[in-house]
Structure formats: structure tokens, C-alpha cells
């Protein structure tokens, strides 16, 4: 298997994105499956590179790649080394990142077929960027969230107090750092709120959906994915029981095996992009 890691894809004018590379070197013709992180996300969390091994050795090309402005840099791609950054991501550079990296894909390798598949926050992204974009084929969302702006708490103490300052702060529990979100995350929203609202584009969906979920996800309610199931009734719907938000993952996974949960969740996605 052919890995390569730290890949760089520049942006012009903009902060570039780190990406990875897994697949097996056969001549046969091979469709790429894009990964999006979710929320204090990032690609090498946890056991994502075993899931890129699984999905190479099923047949495609695997591209996992860190948001602009996840918090990371080049030069230490994993966990929050740029805080400023992060303070000035939102969805629409998001939607341009992965609007970048298909750029990239469809020129540079001319695949069969396009797939995206995207955690949590990023599955959103994946979804709302499908149902824009003819050249992705295929969609999947692994505990994705159905709803940006209920998120915002508009009308809360907190939401006032950010409007106010201009910057609130969401403390990460593995890295206890003060992660900041600037008032433009809010304005980038209300802005393109038409382009960002996850229910219009699954009900504008007009391709193949898949929702993994877990059952005992308490990040990201199963509900969620039941909404979305029920704006897209020819959605595919896969509850994983006993499953938590990341499957059973946990970052650093220090194993070579992946958790049985998280298996099932990539043998689910491989049987329906097949």
C-alpha cells in the first residue's frame, strides 16, 4: 500500500491544506473517497488512518485531509497549534476547502467517481457540498449534525456576551485549550445561511445518501440523522448500536486494529459506495 502523508495542496491567497494519500498501486481505474473531520477535528485523529488503510485495501483511492483552518499547520498538522486560526474558520472556507481538494482530484487524478464522506460537522459539509456539486457521486455522513444554526444558542447569555466581545472560547477536554470562535463564524453564517442550511440541501438531494449513526451517540443525537433520513427519504439509514459519536475511537489509538464499531460503520460505507 502506497501512503503518502503531509501532502500539500496551496491555495492562492489563502492558508493551504494538509492532506493524506492511501491506495494500492493496481493499474485498474480506482474511485476516490474524500474524508472530511468534524468539529476539533483533524486527519490523524484517533484511528482515521486505519480507516484510509481499509478503504485502500477495498479498492479506492482515500484522501483525509485538515480544514484550512482546523487549528493546525503545516508544520504540526495534528491537535491546535494555530489558535488564531482557528478563531477565523467557518463553513464557508470549509466548503471552499473541499471545493479546492476536489479541484484537485478531478484534474489531477481524473477519477472513476467521486465520493465524500464526512464526520460529525463534517458531514455536513460533505452533504451541503454534494448536493451543489455534480461531480461528487456519492455521499456519507458518519454522526453528522442536521442543523448549523440551533447551534449558535441565539438569544442565550453566552450568544449576547460573544456579540459583545467579539470572541468566545469552547475549552477542548483532551487538550484543555481555550479554543476561540470570532463574531464573523456567526456573520459568515446568517450571511449564506440558504447555502448553509443542511435541510434544504437534503431535501434538494438527488443522489445516493448514506447516514451512519450511533446509538448511543451523545454528541450528536440520533435524531439527527433521523431528521435528515426523513428529509431524504431515499436516504439509507444505518443506526450502529451501542455506538458513541467516534464509534469506539479515541485519539491517540495505539492499536494496529480498529474498533469493531467503527468497523462496522466502514463496512457499511464500502458495501453501499460498491
Known amino acids: 500500500m502506497i501512503v503518502q502523508q503531509n501532502n500539500i495542496l496551496q491555495q492562492d491567497g489563502a492558508k493551504p491544506v494538509v492532506y493524506d494519500f492511501y491506495y494500492n ?5 480506482k474511485p476516490v473517497v474524500i474524508f472530511c473531520h468534524g468539529y476539533k477535528g483533524f486527519k490523524d485523529w484517533g484511528a482515521w488512518h486505519l480507516v484510509a ?3 485502500a485495501e477495498a479498492g479506492f483511492y482515500f484522501l483525509k485531509f485538515n480544514f ?9 498538522p ?6 488564531e486560526a482557528f478563531a477565523q474558520n467557518n463553513y464557508s ?6 471545493d479546492k481538494v476536489l479541484n484537485f482530484i478531478v484534474s489531477e487524478i481524473k477519477p472513476p467517481s467521486v465520493y465524500v464522506i464526512g464526520h460529525s460537522r463534517g458531514g455536513a459539509i460533505a452533504l451541503l457540498k454534494a448536493a451543489e456539486d ?8 458518519w454522526a453528522g449534525v442536521s442543523d448549523f444554526k440551533v447551534r449558535f444558542q441565539e438569544g442565550s447569555e453566552a450568544f449576547k456576551l460573544w456579540k459583545q466581545t467579539g470572541r468566545t472560547y469552547v475549552e477542548n477536554s483532551r487538550t484543555h485549550q481555550q479554543l476561540p470562535h470570532d463574531w464573523q463564524f456567526y456573520e459568515d453564517f446568517m450571511a449564506n445561511e440558504e447555502r448553509l442550511t443542511i435541510k434544504r440541501a ?9 447516514l451512519v449513526h450511533g446509538g448511543e451517540d451523545g454528541t450528536v443525537p440520533v435524531k439527527e440523522a433521523e431528521l435528515l433520513h426523513s428529509w431524504n427519504p431515499h436516504s439509507k439509514l444505518e443506526i450502529i448500536e451501542g455506538a458513541d459519536h467516534v464509534f469506539g475511537a479515541s485519539h491517540p489509538w495505539e492499536t494496529h486494529v480498529m474498533p469493531p464499531l467503527l468497523k462496522k ?8 459506495l460498491k
Open 53 to 55: 488503510k481499509a478503504f
Open 93 to 98: 472556507k470549509e466548503m471552499s476547502d473541499l
Open 68 to 76: 484550512s483552518h482546523n487549528g493546525g499547520t503545516v508544520d504540526q
Open 202 to 210: 437534503a431535501q434538494n438531494l438527488t443522489k445516493p445518501l448514506l
Open 78 to 83: 495534528i491537535d491546535f497549534p494555530d489558535l
Open 265 to 272: 460503520a466502514v463496512d457499511s460505507t464500502v458495501d453501499f
Open 134 to 141: 455534480a461531480r461528487i457521486n456519492k455521499v456519507v455522513t
Open 25 to 29: 498501486d493496481t493499474p485498474e481505474a
